[in-house]
Every structure is written in structure tokens, then in C-alpha cells.
């Protein structure tokens, strides 16, 4: 959680859209109890 959204802010691009990505399949599965748009400041 915490540590990749870290990675999340301080990545690339590439591997910013590849987190997005995985990150939106752990919240369509409620594995994810914190919505990907509250940790990370970055919207595309």
C-alpha cells in the first residue's frame, strides 16, 4: 500500500500507468480499502 504509492510518485511514466492499471483491478476486487485517487496526486 503505502510503499507503492511512494513508488507510484516517484516513478516513471511507463511504470506509472502499469500501477494505475493494477491498482484499479485491487479496487474493482475490494482487495483495496483506499481509493487509488486519494493516495496518489497524479491524474492523467
Known amino acids: ?3 507503492e504509492d511512494v513508488d507510484m510518485q516517484q516513478g516513471d511514466e511507463i511504470s506509472l500507468k502499469k500501477r494505475r492499471k493494477r491498482n484499479m483491478k485491487l479496487i474493482t ?3 483495496r480499502e483506499i481509493p487509488e ?3 496518489s496526486p497524479i491524474h492523467n
Do not use: A, D, R, W
Open 1 to 3: 500500500g503505502i510503499f
Open 29 to 31: 476486487s475490494g482487495c
Open 37 to 39: 485517487t486519494k493516495l
